[in-house]
């Protein structure tokens, strides 16, 4: 069996990944809190963990891998936007318009991912439906001496856990409480101490509880839906590095009290953020944009998964569009060195090693620039889609084979021998429009006229060209 190294952020070491049980290998990443479309940097976690996880199956069988990513769907924002919909008309009680509101996000998360060729968790489970759940854990936090109630709040207690807390991130808790940015409340007994229960309104959504009407924290969400669904102890906890603090230490800090003789996660896993043109994304840079925005402007679901992969998860990636031409040139011609066969009965040794190494995506793609060169068809399917690359479903947007446009790059490069002769450019400039509307990429050099098919090609308006 492949030995899969991990670099797990708690030991801050490449380890050789042992699971609890090669029977039942668990996962938990932390998933999206629903309130709006997900951006490019939402995406990548998505896109990292989804690899991860096809390595897994890859390794141990699909039916021995459980894969949870949660959606918090009890937050702020989703109230927010909820009640600006109902000040703007929207019928409906204020929690009708919140549980419409996650549900529609949802949908949207699930469709955008899936345009990313993300394979779907075996368990997606949403945090209104662990209410009681958390209530228990809370409860016995208390019982244990680990948490207190003030106020309509619950709290736990820092104190409790101080000799351990900060051991992810590497923090001391001096330097924590020196340099967060911290809630300040007169019934919390020291300042990092974080909530676990907190008042709701009559209007916004809540759940009856020992300490009044009120509704969960964000950090005890995910202890306890991993709790219910992967038990006291588990393979793999990932997310983005933006969560290694507060929120997975506080996790860490939360589950360890409540099952003490758990484990909770052995391996951390924290992926880098993102970049767009060298910059962080940022709506005042007016580089922001969601997953839909790409999709909707024409850029594939496999093109963005290309780009992601380039980069190994573990170091800042840069979004550009000059990489995004270059990965769709890419997989247009690997899919037509593929069309029509079967993929071979294993992905190539060398793509899995990579793999296997920390999730080498960028030397396993380099494998599969090697075995396209070599002209491996068969090999280089089988690795690509082992990576979530040329599957049957991500494939209709390359599908250009029924349009040959060799007549109509003839027609440009005869107009421009013309055009050179007379100085009038005026057919040239209208042909190179045309074919732009059209959704391909003119290319002219001193070796002749190449017309490629972008990501928005459209064949039906050629006609009449």
Not at 103 to 128: F, Q, S, V
Not at 164 to 193: C, F, Q, T, W
Not at 288 to 302: A, Y
């Amino acid at each position: 069996m492949t030995t899969i190294k991990l670099h797990n952020t708690r030991t801050r070491t490449k380890e050789d990944f042992v699971p609890i049980s090669a029977d039942n290998v668990r996962m938990y990443v932390c998933g999206p809190t629903v309130y709006d479309r997900a951006h490019l940097g939402n995406a990548r976690p998505v896109v990292v963990f989804d690899v991860l996880y096809r390595l897994l199956r890859h390794t141990y069988g699909a039916d021995h891998v459980t894969y949870v990513r949660n959606f918090t769907d009890v937050d702020d924002k989703i109230n927010a936007t909820a009640l600006a919909r109902q000040q703007a008309g929207a019928e409906g009680t204020l929690e009708q318009l919140v549980q419409e509101r996650s549900k529609e996000t949802i949908g949207w998360y699930l469709h955008d991912m899936g345009a990313l060729g993300a394979l779907e968790p075996n368990e997606m489970p949403r945090a209104t439906q662990y209410i009681a759940q958390m209530i228990a854990m809370i409860e016995d936090l208390i019982a244990k001496g680990h948490a207190y109630a003030a106020e309509g709040h619950v709290l736990f207690a820092v104190d409790s856990w101080k000799e351990h807390y900060g051991e992810l991130s590497g923090r001391s808790l001096d330097d924590m409480i020196a340099g967060a940015r911290v809630e300040v409340a007169p019934y919390k007994k020291n300042p990092m101490d974080f909530v676990l229960w907190k008042p709701s309104t009559d209007e916004l959504p809540g759940w009856d509880s020992p300490w009044g009407r009120g509704r969960p924290g964000w950090h005890i969400e995910c202890s306890a839906m991993s709790y219910e669904l992967l038990g006291e102890s588990f393979d793999i906890h990932g997310g983005g590095n933006d969560l290694m603090f507060p929120h997975h230490e506080n996790e860490i800090a939360q589950s360890k009290c409540a099952h003490p003789h758990g484990e909770f996660a052995k391996v951390w896993l924290h992926n880098e953020m993102l970049q767009v043109e060298g910059k962080k994304m940022s709506k005042s840079l007016g580089n922001f944009f969601t997953v839909h925005d790409l999709l909707e402007q024409g850029v594939p679901g496999e093109v963005i998964r290309f780009v992601f992969l380039q980069t190994h998860y573990r170091k800042p990636m840069d979004w550009t569009e000059k990489k995004a031409r270059e990965a769709e040139a890419t997989l247009r011609k690997w899919r037509a060195l593929t069309s029509g066969i079967e993929p071979a009965a294993s992905a190539a040794p060398a793509v899995i090693a990579a793999l296997s190494d920390d999730l080498n995506t960028a030397g396993a793609l380099a494998e599969l620039h090697r075995l396209a060169a070599d002209g491996d068809a068969v090999g280089l399917l089988a690795s690509a889609q082992l990576l979530g690359l040329l599957t049957p479903v991500m494939g209709a947007w390359a599908d250009t084979t029924s349009t040959d446009l060799s007549a109509h790059a003839d027609r440009l490069a005869d107009a421009r021998v013309i055009a050179m002769q007379s100085k009038d450019f005026s057919e040239v400039d209208r042909l190179k429009a045309a074919y732009l509307a059209a959704g391909l990429e003119v290319r002219m050099s001193k070796d002749g006229v190449e017309l490629v098919p972008g990501a928005g090609f459209d064949a039906a308006k050629l006609e009449g060209v």
